[in-house]
């Protein structure tokens, strides 16, 4: 079983880039905190978090993946 704090790291990713999962959290994240094995501490943290920034950075994120695999094609590999 994992602890709390890697559940809690392993939650913050993936809300950080699955926007499904962003919503389905944000409308129970004491349910979805639960199944992911966070504590009653790290559950009454999660009361706290900012989701405008959340949101930001999330997208922030996503531009970035999306900018770096365009690097990372080769200019004759555009369609």
């Not at 950080?16 to 959290?25: G, I, L, S, V, Y």
């Not at 706290?48 to 996503?62: H, K, P, Q, T």
Request: glycine residues 6%.
């Amino acid at each position: 079983m994992r602890s709390s704090d890697q559940a809690c790291e392993d939650l913050l990713a993936r809300l950080f880039t699955d926007a499904e999962f962003r919503a389905r959290f944000n409308e129970d994240p004491q349910g979805v905190g639960r199944d992911f094995g966070l504590d009653d501490a790290a559950l009454a943290s999660l009361e706290n978090l900012d989701w405008v920034g959340l949101e930001l950075a999330s997208r922030s994120y996503a531009h970035k993946l999306e900018t770096s695999a365009n690097r990372k094609r080769k200019w004759w590999s555009f369609s």
